[in-house]
């Protein structure tokens, strides 16, 4: 298991799950029923720990900042990263007075789930959480979820923009994942063009789901396609408006059809992108992948997103081509929905790569890229 100087670092949202076991079927909930309910398991969930135990297994030395509170719950959040070696719980910030987030997942059978989400430190997140010593010899760091942390997204993009400052200027390619937004939410009532347009030019790896974008850009399902139809024009029009934004590369994830990439035709700003981009700006430059999906057994789709960026951003670290970042992003894409949590199913990256070069299925392509 790798230790030392992190290559990577990994971070933004992180909770506790809890998930009491409900074996039987929950005709409806209302107030003053008493539901009885199994043991309850607890699994730690956010892009910190997804994107960056999904790391740690692909082989990438990373490190988790997250913040927590003083509490039982923090307590436990750590114990579960430790399980993946000490180090991994070494830059999480522990600050008193504050609540570690956590949801409590009411799982029945046969039935919709139920979330009830505490933000808790999450909303209170800013630069002052990332200790810099962290970023010695990091050639990479990668936030996600800015949408469910209210200190980031509040302040069209400021308190966003000076972490990615921050982490641009101790020379690491830069990289950022959303999360759905709730159009009722405090988080769905902000301008996302503008708070784009503010951190877009820190950012050197935009990876952002299809409905995130089509959300965040102001086009909704029915000015375009709905996301499952969308065209390969539609998806060069986003994109473009991305690296417009500022971005140098956009990988645009398309839940089970794949993923696509689309890379700046700009030398300057590869060049502006931190140690994994800018050694090799003419194979990064003008390109655009579509990335069909690897065939598998799909068991559980949580958390596959953010192994398919962790996929990209190990592949860049060994100094891969776009084509084989893009299909290594889908490769352990598609290993974590072989499992129902979102990280345990992800092997090394020499076992991904095995699997790709023993005749890994691909499903077929579902965008036609010569229109
Ligand atoms: N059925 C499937 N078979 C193979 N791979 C899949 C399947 N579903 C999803 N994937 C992979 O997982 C990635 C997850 O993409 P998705 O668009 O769901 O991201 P996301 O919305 O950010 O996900 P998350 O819910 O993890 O945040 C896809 O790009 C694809 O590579
Ligand atoms: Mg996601």
């Known amino acids: 298991m790798p230790d030392g100087t992190p290559e990577a670092i990994v971070a933004g949202h992180i909770c506790l799950d809890v998930i009491p076991q409900i074996t039987h079927r929950i005709e409806s909930l209302s107030p003053g029923q008493l539901i ?8 730690t969930g956010g892009a910190v720990a997804n994107t960056g135990l999904a790391l740690h297994r692909l082989g990438v030395k990373t490190a988790l900042i997250g913040k927590l509170g003083d509490d039982p719950f923090a307590r436990r959040v750590l114990e579960l990263l430790r399980r993946y070696g000490p180090e991994r719980a070494e830059a999480m910030h522990t600050v008193p007075g504050e609540t570690t987030s956590y949801t409590i997942v009411v799982s029945p059978p046969e039935a ?102 089509l959300f965040m850009l102001g086009r909704s ?26 971005a140098a590369v956009v990988l645009i994830k398309l839940g089970d059809r794949g993923a696509y990439l689309r890379t700046t035709p700009d030398t300057d700003r590869l060049r502006l992108a931190g140690p994994c981009l800018s050694h090799d700006i003419e194979n990064w430059s003008g390109q655009e992948i579509f990335a069909p999906c690897f065939q598998v057994d799909c068991v559980g789709t949580t958390g596959a997103g953010d192994c398919t960026i962790a996929g990209f951003l190990a592949e860049l670290l060994k100094g891969g081509t776009p084509r084989q970042a893009a299909t290594m992003a889908v490769a352990v894409g598609a290993c974590s929905v072989e499992a129902t949590d979102a990280v345990s199913a992800v092997p090394t990256r020499q076992e991904v790569q095995q699997r790709i070069d023993t005749g890994w299925q691909r499903q077929d392509p579902t965008l036609d890229m010569t229109r």
């Open 112 to 213: 919709d789930r139920l979330f009830l989400h505490c933000p808790g430190a999450n909303a209170t997140f800013d630069e002052s959480d990332i200790d810099s010593d962290h970023f010695d010899g990091a050639k990479v760091f990668h936030f996600g979820y800015p949408p469910l942390m209210e200190n980031l997204y509040k302040d069209d993009g400021e308190s966003m923009g000076r972490i990615f400052s921050l982490a641009k200027k101790h020379g690491t390619t830069t990289s950022l994942d959303m999360a759905t937004i709730d159009p009722h939410s405090k988080a769905g009532k902000i301008d996302w063009r503008a708070w784009l347009n503010r951190v877009l030019p820190q950012v050197d790896i935009f990876a952002p789901s299809i409905d995130e974008t």
């Open 36 to 43: 009885e309910v199994g043991p309850a398991r607890f699994a």
């Open 221 to 246: 399902a029915e000015k375009d396609s709905p996301p499952n139809h969308i065209d390969a024009q539609t998806l060069r029009l986003l994109s473009e408006e991305l690296l417009a934004m500022g």
